[in-house]
């Protein structure tokens, strides 16, 4: 039951990966590349060389990921290897397939190519990310850094974006300063999206909970709702009486879960729920410094 659940799980990843993947290509393909918009990322760069030699986007980009990948499975554990190895075939598999399809881009307003060419290539970075992948560039030595240092990967991936995308203006024949605004433009929304998506997967709250049955709450939500928690002893400021006070720390999705276990045993009992920055330790986030 246990190796069902699992593989069922890491099917579900796959899943999210090329819906993410999908995404992202879109973004590109559909509204950055046929607008003149140099992005940044390996993709930038694939870009750049697509407009001055011709090349091939997603070969130029399987061809350069192949270095980075050895490089992510030595680093990052083999389990990341063959995730990226998977999102770097299929993203550079559809970054061929789509980018033919779309001779011009699906709008004719450059700044909105670039506002949806950036929405889209975040969200769907973001669900990569999320579930374990990357699309390999840039994406991989940002994930390096992160492993190590509390540095959101929105942005370390937009200060890398910075060197290529200024590079364009002297690199492409038909780049301007405008293209090149544009391109800025593109990635910041990009990192803000991945970022969104991100820290919205992870954001955690914590529950203070009162209650005059706390020994079935706490048996309710360690058993039921599978959360550890930690008893706190008060006392009431205006009965004075002795009160066990139950901390909860959870991800923001499991919070229905965590209500609907106390609704059951005491639907009178007293909540508090507030977002936390941070939380580190076993089940959440490790301490990098």
Not at 120 to 128: D, K, R, T, Y
Not at 172 to 199: H, K, N, P, R
Not at 258 to 286: C, H, L, N, R, W
Request: with cysteine; proline share 2%; hydrophobic share 50%.
């Amino acid at each position: 039951m246990q190796n069902k659940t699992a593989i069922l799980k890491e099917l579900r990843s796959y899943v999210m990966l090329t819906i993410g993947l999908a995404i992202g290509t879109l973004g590109w393909t559909a509204f950055l590349i046929p607008a003149k918009i140099v992005g940044g990322g390996l993709t930038g760069i694939a870009t750049i060389i697509y407009f001055i030699a011709g090349w091939d986007v997603g070969l130029t980009t399987l061809v350069i990921n192949i270095g980075l990948i050895l490089l992510a499975i030595r680093i990052l554990g083999a389990s990341f290897g063959i995730k990226t190895i998977y999102c770097v075939l299929v993203f550079s598999g559809l970054l061929s397939v789509l980018r033919p399809m779309f001779i011009e881009p699906v709008v004719s307003e450059v700044m909105m190519n670039a506002i949806i060419g950036g929405i889209l290539g975040g969200l769907g970075a973001g669900i990569v990310f999320v579930n374990g992948g990357s699309t390999g560039g840039i994406d991989i030595v940002a994930m390096i850094i992160n492993k190590y240092k509390n540095i959101s990967l929105g942005r370390l991936l937009l200060g890398m974006d910075v060197l290529i995308i200024s590079s364009s203006f002297f690199l492409v024949q038909s780049s301007s300063i405008e293209t090149v605004v544009y391109g800025f433009m593109t990635m910041a929304i990009l990192a803000y999206t991945v970022d969104m998506v991100i820290s919205g997967n992870k954001q955690t709250v914590q529950f203070f909970i009162i209650s005059s049955k706390p020994e079935e709450l706490r048996k309710s939500v360690i058993f039921e709702a599978e959360r550890g928690l930690t008893i706190l002893h008060g006392k009431g400021g205006y009965s004075g009486e002795d009160r066990q006070v139950l901390m909860v720390i959870a991800r923001k999705n499991e919070t229905q879960e965590i209500f609907k276990v106390v609704k059951q045993i005491d639907p009178d009992a007293f909540i508090t729920v507030g977002t936390v920055m941070g939380v580190y330790g076993q089940g959440f986030d490790k301490i990098k410094i």
